[in-house]
């Protein structure tokens, strides 16, 4: 990811309490610049996040099935990334159940956990969005691990959200990456998961919150929390919009949901200057959390 001056690379953040209705927590890590609170450049940012987001619930109004695969260097790549933080974050795939939310274009992430140990993968989803022959991307991380996985452990299935009522398994792991930010009753979908997770299962998330339009991710990266709800409403149409939930509400939803040793632990935080500057432009619910500097970050619970 490119860096900006609106976003800072800094160490992990542990977050693992509700939001207060303080002013929102600045890193102090991150570099102090004065700027206008106010300024011409919101209301311009302000606008374009309005025009874009309407030409993509105009270009976009369904889902694209199946998606091309990126080439497959990149894939594998991005897949071993995914479970090393997994990894990182406490997951040991070996001997383990695996259900892993949203894989996206392909189940590379669970090839390799499945080369890492794991016992059985499932991945679940509301759309298939795969790609409609992958063998060359399994052919390829079977050639890097020196063995070949049967293509029936990589299993896939439809299934209904958010109550997931097909899902009766018990897992030992569940995961997702940018996959949670996606889904708009999160609450019954976290209490699904939860029936379904064996005892001491590890629930592991990476949540993407960031504004999901391009031209506006680097520049302005909490660009989506500018508009109240009932506007978000109104501009952003197309499937897969973003919740806009913080990282604090994924601790309260994981809590209510019956999940112990909640936590978020931060990887892309908001730079102190780009804070001072768009807080006061977002909308009022948004204003006083203390958890808005966290952009990208990784729920992780027990059962």
Same mark, same amino acid.
């Given at each position: 990811?490119?860096?900006?001056? /609106?976003?800072?690379?800094?160490?992990?953040?542990r977050?693992?309490?509700?939001? @207060?209705?303080?002013?929102?927590?600045?890193?102090a $890590?991150? *570099? &102090?610049?004065?700027?206008? +609170?106010?300024?011409?450049? %919101? /209301?311009?940012?302000?606008?374009?996040?309005?025009? &874009?987001?309407?030409? #993509?619930?105009? %270009?976009n109004?369904?889902?694209?099935?199946?998606?091309e695969?990126v080439?497959?260097?990149? #894939?594998?790549?991005l897949?071993? @990334?995914?479970? =090393?933080?997994?990894?990182?974050l406490?997951?040991?795939?070996?001997g383990k159940?695996?259900?892993?939310?949203g894989?996206?274009r392909?189940?590379?992430?669970?090839?390799?956990l499945?080369?890492?140990g794991?016992?059985?993968?499932?991945?679940?989803d509301?759309f298939d969005?795969?790609t !409609?022959?992958?063998?060359?991307l399994?052919a390829?991380?079977?050639?890097?691990?020196?063995?070949?996985?049967?293509?029936?452990?990589?299993? $896939?299935s439809?299934? #209904? $959200?958010? !109550?997931?009522p097909? +899902?009766?398994?018990?897992? !030992?792991?569940?995961v997702?990456? /940018?996959? &949670?930010?996606?889904?708009?009753?999160?609450?019954?979908?976290?209490a699904?998961?939860?029936? +379904?997770?064996?005892? =001491?299962?590890?629930?592991v998330?990476?949540?993407?919150?960031?504004?999901?339009t391009?031209?506006?991710?680097?520049?302005?990266?909490? %660009?989506?929390? *500018?508009? @109240?709800?009932?506007?978000?409403?109104?501009?952003?149409?197309?499937?897969g919009?973003?919740?806009?939930?913080r990282? =604090?509400?994924?601790?309260?939803?994981a809590?209510?949901?019956?999940?112990?040793d909640?936590?978020?632990?931060?990887?892309?935080?908001?730079s102190?200057?780009?804070?001072?500057?768009? #807080?006061?432009?977002?909308?009022p619910?948004?204003? =006083?959390?203390?958890?808005?500097?966290?952009l990208t970050f %990784?729920?992780?619970?027990?059962?």
């Open positions: 990811m490119c860096r900006s001056p /609106a976003l800072r690379d800094l160490r992990p953040v977050f693992a309490g509700r939001p @207060s209705s303080s002013k929102p927590r600045l890193n $890590f991150a *570099r &102090l610049a004065p700027m206008r +609170v106010q300024s011409p450049r %919101n /209301a311009t940012l302000h606008l374009a996040g309005v025009g &874009l987001s309407l030409r #993509t619930s105009r %270009n109004p369904e889902y694209t099935n199946p998606r695969l080439d497959v260097d990149t #894939t594998i790549e897949a071993h @990334s995914i479970v =090393g933080r997994y990894e990182r406490g997951v040991d795939p070996k159940r695996v259900l892993e939310l894989p996206g392909d189940l590379s992430t669970g090839a390799v499945l080369h890492h794991a016992a059985s993968y499932r991945a679940i509301l969005n795969r !409609d022959d992958s063998r060359p399994y390829a991380l079977d050639a890097q691990y020196g063995r070949t996985l049967d293509p029936d452990a990589l299993a $896939f439809l299934v #209904t $959200f958010p !109550d997931l097909e +899902v009766t398994e018990q897992y !030992d792991v569940i997702s990456h /940018a996959t &949670l930010e996606h889904i708009p009753e999160l609450p019954r979908v976290f699904a998961l939860r029936r +379904v997770a064996a005892p =001491g299962a590890i629930f998330h990476h949540v993407d919150g960031m504004t999901h391009r031209l506006l991710r680097e520049r302005d990266p909490l %660009n989506f929390l *500018r508009y @109240s709800d009932a506007v978000w409403e109104r501009i952003a149409r197309y499937p919009v973003p919740n806009r939930l990282g =604090g509400e994924y601790v309260d939803i809590r209510e949901a019956g999940w112990r909640v936590a978020v632990h931060g990887e892309y935080v908001a102190r200057a780009y804070l001072e500057r768009v #807080t006061p432009s977002l909308a619910r948004f204003r =006083g959390r203390d958890d808005l500097d966290l %990784n729920l992780v619970a027990h059962a």
